[in-house]
């Protein structure tokens, strides 16, 4: 396999109105690009730091992924475990942005990050 894409491919049904059957609660939309990842017991120094590096910062809640890939990882931190310092900085920025000693709450931190994900049609 060359490059960052495998060449593996998948549907992908989303919770929305079908158009075709509108009695149908969800619609399996075009195939998806399956991204090669690095499952955490092939992962070099480097990737383990910088999932254990961006884990810490998260609120203890978030510890086990609710959607977890073949690793028993999160599948969208997965999906940047090719290059660990990008997936670091992504997801410490995030974790920052959590930290319980900022002036918000957890329950408008928690807004915030719901109406991001719904700003960006995210299902996360």
């Not at 989303?14 to 499952?39: D, G, H």
């Not at 090719?82 to 002036?103: I, K, V």
Request: aromatic share 8%.
């Amino acid at each position: 396999m060359n490059g960052l894409f495998g060449d593996k491919r998948q549907t992908c049904t989303l919770p929305m109105r079908n158009f075709q059957n509108p009695k149908s609660k969800t619609r399996t939309i075009a195939i998806m690009t399956w991204i090669r990842t690095i499952p955490m017991s092939e992962a070099d120094e480097k990737l383990r730091w910088a999932v254990e590096a961006q884990r810490s910062l998260y609120p203890k809640e978030y510890g086990d992924p609710v959607h977890p890939d073949e690793s028993g990882g999160s599948s969208i931190v997965g999906a940047h475990t090719l290059l660990p310092e990008a997936l670091y900085h992504s997801f410490a920025t995030f974790g920052a942005l959590m930290a319980p000693d900022l002036p918000l709450t957890r329950r408008q931190h928690e807004m915030i990050t719901t109406m991001v994900s719904v700003t960006n049609r995210c299902r996360y």
